[in-house]
Each structure stands twice: as C-alpha cells, then as structure tokens.
C-alpha cells in the first residue's frame, strides 16, 4: 500500500484591508461649524464659520482623492452645511444691529421729516384738499377775436 501525499493547492497570501478612517479635517470641519453657531453671539462666530467652511472643502477633496482610504463625506458636508448656516446668521444678525441703530440713533432729524410728510399726507387725504403751493393756478392768457 503506497500513500501519496495529496498535492495542496498553492496559498495565496492574505490581503488584509483595512477598513477607510474617517477624515480627521472632516471632523474638525463639523465641529467649527457647530461651534461657529453660537459663538455668532458673541461675535467671533464668522470667524470659525468660515475656517470649517476652507477646511470642509479640504476634506472633501481629500475624501475624493483618496480612493477609499478615508471616509467622512457626509460630516465634511454637515461641516459646509452648518459653517453656511452660521455665516448666514451671522450677516441677519448684523444687518439687523445695523438697521436697529441707525433708527435710534444719527436720522432722528430725517425721520422727523419723514413723519412731518406722512402726517401732512394723511391730512390733506382727509379733507382732500392739495397743499397751498399746488393750489395756485397758472396765469391764463385770454385771446380775445376780434369780429370783423
């Protein structure tokens, strides 16, 4: 009886894959960009606003470039998202601090007049008369024909 070896089939190395890390740029562009939301108030919040917004854009492309080495896409883009959202509030936010003083204060006088002009207007709508200098007629030539 002669046992013969059985002949294996070569073995191929394994591959280990590591599994895609997430992008550390995409995280930090997460975080400034819900940090940049609050901080709005205190008037520094454009200022993390629009550093998440560079460097979510960074991390995209990164993401892209990597060829699936680094994951992260959709927190860079809540980075964008929110570091939008910010800059957005923020420029609300200052329209309406510059709108609300400008009001209170420096047109006082031209608001004065504005008011002076809306009551007049109002007056004359209720006893529906023209202001004096609309009132005056202009001179009428009369031409007489002589009948002959």
């Not at 209720?126 to 009132?135: D, F, I, K, V």
């Given at each position: 009886m002669s046992y013969e070896t059985p002949v294996q089939p070569p073995v191929q190395p394994a591959t280990v894959s590591t599994p895609p890390?997430?992008?550390?740029?995409a995280i930090i562009s997460l975080c400034l960009g819900v940090v940049s939301i609050p901080l709005i108030f205190v008037c520094i919040g454009w200022l993390t606003a629009i550093s998440g917004l560079i460097i979510g854009i960074i991390a995209l492309?990164?993401?892209?470039?990597?060829?699936?080495?680094?994951?992260?896409?959709?927190?860079?883009?809540?980075?964008?998202i929110t570091s939008v959202l910010a800059i957005i509030i923020y420029g609300g936010f200052i329209a309406y601090i510059a709108t609300s003083s400008a009001s209170k204060s420096?047109?006082?006088?031209?608001?004065?007049?504005?008011?002076?002009?809306i009551e007049e207007a109002n007056a004359r709508q209720?006893?529906?008369?023209?202001?004096?200098?609309?009132?005056e007629e202009a001179p009428v030539e009369v031409i007489e024909e002589n009948e002959n």
């Open positions: 890390k997430p992008s550390p740029l492309v990164n993401i892209n470039n990597s060829n699936g080495s680094l994951k992260g896409k959709g927190l860079a883009i809540g980075g964008l420096g047109n006082s006088e031209f608001s004065s007049m504005i008011q002076k002009s209720s006893t529906n008369t023209l202001p004096e200098a609309e009132t």
